[in-house]
Every structure is written in structure tokens, then in C-alpha cells.
């Protein structure tokens, strides 16, 4: 299968790997349709993670189940399913709450080294009953594709804010899952929304969500520049 890997700092390739086999009885092997480029896979793109061998690069995908372990009771061949980017094993009391995150055995990530990356073909998804989700028939792939991590990710943040309805909320970077805390903020009843961000082109869409667009103070001198914070109108976001 063809796969996205990296095994250089900045240096980003295609290249054909094994096909993944069936990971354990309770796995599968996905074909991927649709998958996406995250922020984390810059923390090996820009060096900060040691790479000691190629690492397959991805962690959301949207893709059919082709090929299925005989413990799986809840998905079949043929079914097109989301793959949760985060993994746990599916059993213990920290799985049990739904939450990968709390997996005792410690969760891991798809495209981190430990488990394939969702930028190739295939995709052998462990504990495939805990780690799938069927693919609702009312959204597309694109859409799918935003709850396997960027929109998950961005409404989990908005939640821990634990605002009071009307609140005001800052949000720091406005990447993909930034702009998705931005609009779940806004949905979860913020007044106002504060996104801040170095790109005029982020904060512009910010903006088109609701939001009030700050740019950052300029690195470099200790108190920043504090012109830039107190120079902006405080708007009302249209929520
Ligand atoms: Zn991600
Ligand atoms: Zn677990």
C-alpha cells in the first residue's frame, strides 16, 4: 500500500509499505477514503519528536471496513466508519468511560509510530468495536472527517473552559482546532469570543464565525506589546 512517511525533520514522502495485517481478533483493517493533515504531525515535521525509524504519518481517516477480526460484534465488512485518532484498548475502567484518553495501558495515536498512519491506503484499527464509529448517513466524508479529532478536540477545550452562559472566552491559535474551539465556544452559549492569532487570514475567519480577532503581542520584549491588546474594540460576537 502506498503511505505517507516521514523519517527526516522537514522532509515528507510517499512510499509503499506492507499491507497492514488483521491486529488481534477484536481488529480491523480499514481502506481509507479520506484523511487529513493535523498540527501534530508538525512536531515531527519540525523535530521536536525524535524520529529513530519512519514514522507513518496520520491520525484521522474516514474510510470501509475491509477486512475484520471474528471478535468484532459490532461492525461488519463493507461498513464506512470514522477511526477515532486517539486508541485504547477497549477494556479497562479508563476505556470504559469512552474516553481513550483515560486508557490505563496508556492511550496511543494513530501515526505516531506505535500504530499506522491514517495517510495511507490501508489502516489496521485495534479494538475496533470501542475504536470506530459508523459513519451517520446525514454528513459527508469532510464533515466526518472533522470529528475524528480537529472538531472533538476543539469542543472538548470549549467544554473544560466551564463558562457561564454569556461568558467570555479567549482562544489561543487559530489553527484548524482553534477555529473549531472558536464556533464550539460560540454554540456552547459564550458572549464573547476573543481569538488571537499572527495570521490576518485566521483571524479573519474568526471573525466570519462570531468571534473578535486579536492579534498577538510581537515576540521578543518581555511585556509584549501591549498597544496591540488595548488598541482593538471589543466587539460583541454576533451569537
Ligand atoms: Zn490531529
Ligand atoms: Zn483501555
Not at 30 to 58: K, M, N, Q, T
Not at 71 to 77: G, K, L
Not at 85 to 109: F, H, K, L, N, Y
Request: glycine share 14%; hydrophobic share 40%.
Amino acid at each position: 500500500m502506498k503511505s505517507v512517511v516521514i523519517d527526516t525533520p522537514g522532509q515528507v514522502r510517499v512510499e509503499t509499505l506492507p499491507d497492514p495485517a488483521l491486529p488481534g481478533p477484536d481488529g480491523a483493517v480499514i481502506e481509507v477514503r479520506s484523511a487529513a493533515i493535523c498540527g501534530s504531525d508538525l512536531h515531527f515535521y519540525e523535530g521536536d519528536y525524535p524520529l529513530g525509524e519512519p514514522v507513518a504519518l496520520g491520525h484521522e481517516a474516514v474510510g470501509t471496513i475491509v477486512e475484520i477480526g471474528p471478535d468484532v460484534r459490532t461492525f461488519a465488512i463493507g461498513d464506512d466508519v470514522l477511526v477515532s485518532s486517539v486508541a485504547g484498548c477497549g477494556s479497562c475502567a479508563g476505556c470504559e468511560t469512552r474516553d481513550p484518553v483515560t486508557c490505563v495501558g496508556g492511550p496511543r495515536i494513530f501515526g505516531a509510530g506505535a500504530l499506522g498512519g491514517a495517510q495511507s491506503e490501508l489502516l489496521a484499527v485495534p479494538a475496533a468495536d470501542f475504536q470506530l464509529m459508523r459513519l451517520p448517513h446525514d454528513i459527508d466524508t469532510e464533515e466526518a472527517l472533522l470529528l475524528t479529532d480537529n472538531l472533538a478536540t476543539g469542543w472538548a477545550g470549549a467544554q473544560r473552559a466551564d463558562f457561564p452562559p454569556g461568558g467570555t472566552i479567549v482562544v489561543l491559535g487559530l489553527g484548524a482546532v482553534g477555529l473549531c474551539a472558536v464556533l464550539s465556544a460560540l454554540t456552547l452559549g459564550a458572549g464573547t469570543v476573543f481569538a488571537v492569532d499572527p495570521v490576518e487570514g485566521r483571524r479573519l475567519r474568526a471573525e466570519r464565525l462570531g468571534a473578535t480577532p486579536l492579534e498577538p503581542p510581537a515576540t521578543g520584549s518581555a511585556g509584549g506589546n501591549r498597544r496591540t491588546w488595548r488598541g482593538r474594540r471589543h466587539r460583541r460576537c454576533r451569537q
